[in-house]
Nanobody, 115 residues
């Protein structure tokens, strides 16, 4: 079992920045890729960014150049630095951890970009 707890969401103006945090606990050694997904109202959940245990990263085209995903294995934490935020970045952001058996999800944190 892997438990994920997100934090760091909130309300920010367009052009602003936020950093999301995802603290993992439990069977951490079984996790090989972690990532962030988001879901806007009325839309499907979509991939934002992923990072492997070897720190290879992958980003959605819509966030490339603005978002940065990183991880600190000593703290079992994954970060998502979000810059130049746009209203279309609004949504619930979910942390995801992949293991050989199944994926795990956090409870989500709300990000609202609005003036």
């Amino acid at each position: 079992q892997v438990q994920l707890v997100e934090s760091g969401g909130g309300l920010v103006q367009p052009g602003g920045s936020l950093t999301l945090f995802c603290a993992a606990s439990g069977s951490i050694l079984s996790v090989y890729t972690m990532g962030w997904f988001r879901q806007a109202p009325g839309k499907e959940r979509e991939l934002v960014a992923t990072i492997t245990s070897g720190r290879s990263t992958n980003y959605a085209d819509s966030v490339k150049g603005r978002f940065t995903v990183s991880r600190d294995n000593t703290k079992n934490t994954v970060y998502l630095q979000m810059n130049s935020l746009k209203p279309e970045d609004t949504g619930v952001y979910y942390c995801n951890a992949k293991t050989a058996l199944r994926p795990y999800w956090g409870q989500g944190t709300q990000v609202t970009v609005s003036s």
